[in-house]
């Protein structure tokens, strides 16, 4: 079946340490991106990418990296530098060639940190 | 930067009632999708707006897009237990092909 994968889907860290959370997707989109969802405030982007080596901060990118070297993959580390890890993270992809693509969610990655 | 608001937060109806989400964007988008999210699920796509003045259905969903192109409203019929879930507004002004800004969503519950 077509669609995107996430792992982990709960992930428990101790403040201070780097964590990554893996995205694949096998939809052949060229566009990914990385949401942050936490109870109340919508959907934020994190980082996103239009094309394979190639990506863009979002609004919230403080703390994050990011890297597309596959099209399939786009892995976010949420580093020691993001004051407030604890959330739900959301990854996604859409057919780049317009600007009308819809997204296409993963089930997400729910990280706390202790 | 844009900013797209989305109200009421939270709405309780009673089944068989109706209910309405408004989404209002700070600048005029090319276009606007709405999403919903089941309890502990993931969003997924309902449907796209693009032209001025646009309303679609799908069943008992009604979607409008205001004649300004900056406003945008999710209206269901006769609310069913099925219909439970966060509904998202999300909005990309022209000239930016890849990023949707998200209302924050209202929370539907419904009363069997």
């Known amino acids: 079946d077509g669609g995107i994968t996430q792992s982990p889907k709960y992930l428990f860290r101790k403040e201070g340490q780097n964590v990554t959370l893996s995205c694949e997707q096998n939809?052949?989109?060229?566009?990914m991106y990385w949401y942050r969802q936490d109870p109340g405030q919508g959907l934020r982007l994190i980082y996103y990418?239009?094309?394979?080596?190639?990506?863009q901060k979002g609004d919230i990118a403080e703390g994050y990296s990011v890297s597309r070297e596959k099209k399939e993959s786009f892995p976010l580390t949420v580093t020691s530098a993001q004051k407030n890890p604890t959330a739900f993270y959301l990854c996604?992809?859409?057919?780049?060639?317009?600007?009308?693509?819809?997204?296409?969610f993963g089930e997400g990655s729910r990280l706390t940190v202790l | 930067g844009q900013q797209v608001m989305q109200i009421p937060q939270y709405q309780h109806v009673q089944e068989g009632e109706d209910f309405t989400t408004y989404c209002n964007s700070s600048?005029?988008?090319?276009?606007i999708q709405w999403y919903k999210q089941r309890p502990g699920g993931h969003p997924v796509f309902l449907i796209q707006?693009?032209?001025?003045?646009e309303v679609k259905k799908q069943k008992r969903l009604t979607f409008q897009f205001g004649e300004a192109k900056k406003n945008s409203s999710l209206h269901i019929t006769a609310t069913q237990t099925t219909d439970v879930g966060t509904y998202f507004c999300?909005?990309?002004?022209?000239?930016?092909?890849?990023?949707?800004?998200f209302g924050k969503g209202t929370l539907l519950t419904v009363n069997p």
């Open positions: 939809l052949n989109h060229d566009a």
């Open positions: 707006l693009v032209k001025s003045g």
């Open positions: 990418s239009q094309i394979v080596n190639d990506f």
């Open positions: 996604a992809s859409s057919i780049a060639t317009t600007n009308t693509g819809e997204l296409f």
């Open positions: 999300a909005g990309r002004s022209g000239g930016s092909n890849y990023k949707l800004t």
């Open positions: 600048t005029t988008l090319s276009n």
